[in-house]
């Protein structure tokens, strides 16, 4: 199966963490906010500070999301 990424920009208060959980659940994929670096942080024991660094290289999120629980 492919793997999706949709990415919602958006201004503070405008509703685009819903429409992201909404549109998620009518396609039928995860939504993940910017919480996943926390879960991801303390499931690995590395610091959000070094995974929010390895979110700029290219393809950790897909290498490593799947050995998490999020």
């Known amino acids: 199966m ?3 990424i949709i990415t919602i920009s958006r201004e503070f ?3 685009g ?3 992201g959980e ?3 659940k009518k396609l ?3 939504y ?3 919480d996943i670096i ?3 942080a303390g499931q ?3 610091s959000q500070e070094y995974i929010r660094g390895s979110l700029n290289c290219s393809g950790f999120l897909g290498s490593h999301t799947d050995k998490f629980h999020v």
């Open 2 to 4: 492919a793997k999706r």
């Open 13 to 15: 208060g405008s509703g």
């Open 17 to 19: 963490r819903f429409i």
């Open 22 to 24: 909404e549109t998620a």
């Open 28 to 30: 039928g994929i995860s």
């Open 32 to 34: 993940y906010d910017k």
């Open 38 to 40: 926390g879960q991801i």
């Open 44 to 46: 690995s024991g590395l």
